[in-house]
């Protein structure tokens, strides 16, 4: 109980020091202020790119395999573009081949996409995403249709001139109007709206359904060279449930090798990408940029500390005489360090939560402005205050230990 009532007094005498001498405490909290704010605001930062990014990689499919002409980065092996440039693009035939052979697959599409010019009277859109796609293409890629229905397997199959518009097409080309059954030019030729996907807002990877246009592969095979350098056919396989990803990528592997009539020795000419390759590559970017906010903040701290710290000296200084008399009536050596040492941390602490509270704010601002969640998350909240107390405790700990060692009768004659 002592013990707890000399903490308390000298929690009490400890704010009455920084609230007696308001201009010193306002100055000496805007290191830490500074500092707390640069590392937090990079984190928060940090946190919610990788948050956003992460939900727009989760879209695209944990089970879907992606086979490709190039492959999604290197890793830790050398990117060999020259050997992949020489690589045949997937085709339709193909998918065909892949429909019959696979068992470990629910569906299997391809898609191929490209950037025209859309119009419908006098409104045009310049470089909007048409994306061809054969039929199964909804059953591996998620979305939803406000209007309107999918394509039906002899319309995908006999290459009917039929579209689905994402929302902001609609809104783009439309307004109010309702979009269904209307014709709409491009590629040289009208396509019927058949339906409008509901709007999904913007993707922090590649872009959402809202600016693109879906079509039958087989609507467009007269018209584009699909074999086009400017081209980048995908053949998607989505797994059945149950089935791991390397599972059916050694399976989707045999059978592509077979269908290239690739020899036993002879490296493969296609690339089999999944999102985990992503993720992978996030997982290194977001843990340098995490290092780059300690950077960032460690300075300012560190400036802030040394602020501190010579505050701190200086109220010493300046309550020699006080500290002479607390000891002259038994004050302990520990009740003198506490004092200071909570006066310290109290400063730290102060300037700690005007910090996070500058973050918040502008995170709520961030968030408003852009179309991205920007969220001050609990664990940066606990970093804030948690570094707070340390700087506290460590700008703090000499000169609270120099003040507890004083001579009472030396400190008392010091003024």
């Known amino acids: ?202 993707s922090v990877v590649g872009e959402s359904h809202d600016n693109n246009l879906i079509i039958p592969v087989n609507s467009v095979r007269k018209l584009l060279d699909l074999h086009s350098r400017q081209l980048d056919p995908i053949i998607m396989v989505k797994a059945k449930p149950g089935v791991s990803n390397a599972q059916l990528k050694d399976e989707l592997r045999g059978i592509m090798r077979s269908i290239r009539k690739l020899k036993p020795l002879a490296p493969d000419d296609f690339a089999m990408n999944e999102t985990s390759i992503i993720s992978g590559s996030l997982d290194v970017i977001f843990a340098v940029m995490s290092i780059c906010g300690w950077i960032i903040g460690g300075f300012s701290i560190l400036v802030g500390g040394f602020g501190i710290a010579n505050i701190m000296f200086v109220s010493v200084t300046e309550r020699t005489s006080i500290i002479g008399i607390q000891k002259s009536l038994g004050a302990k050596n520990y009740f003198i360090l506490l004092q200071f040492l909570f006066e310290s941390i109290i400063l730290c602490l102060i300037g700690g939560v005007v910090g996070l509270l500058i973050v918040y704010a502008l995170s709520l601002g961030a968030t408003a402005a852009f179309d991205m969640k920007f969220v001050l998350t609990y664990a940066n909240i606990a970093i804030g205050l948690g570094v707070s107390i340390a700087i506290g405790i460590i700008a703090g700990l000499v000169p609270a230990f120099s003040a507890s060692r004083l001579d009472p009768v030396e400190a008392i004659r010091a003024n």
């Not at 229905?149 to 001139?161: D, I, K, L, Q, V």
């Open 1 to 202: 109980m002592i013990f707890l009532r000399l903490l308390s007094e000298s929690l009490m005498m400890a704010l009455h020091a920084l609230v007696a001498n308001k201009l010193r405490t306002s100055l000496s909290l805007l290191g830490i202020t500074i500092g707390i704010f640069a590392i937090i605001v990079v984190f928060t930062a940090v946190d919610s790119l990788e948050m956003n990014v992460r939900e727009s990689v989760e879209t695209l499919g944990d089970d879907i395999i992606f086979i490709q002409k190039w492959p999604w980065g290197g890793g830790s092996t050398e990117y060999k573009w020259w050997d992949y440039i020489k690589r045949p693009k997937p085709t339709i035939k193909e998918l065909a081949q892949l429909q019959k052979r696979t068992r470990s697959a629910t569906a299997c599409a391809y898609t191929v996409g490209g950037r025209r010019t859309v119009k419908y009277k006098n409104n045009s859109i310049e470089n909007a995403s048409i994306n061809a796609v054969s039929f199964d293409y909804d059953k591996i890629v998620s979305f939803e249709l406000a209007q309107g229905r999918y394509f039906s397997e002899s319309e995908a199959t006999s290459g009917r001139n039929n579209v689905i518009i994402g929302a902001a097409i609609a809104s783009n080309l439309f307004g109010g109007l309702n979009p269904l059954g209307k014709n709409i030019k491009f590629l040289g030729r009208s396509f019927v709206v058949m339906g409008v996907i509901s709007k999904e807002g913007e």
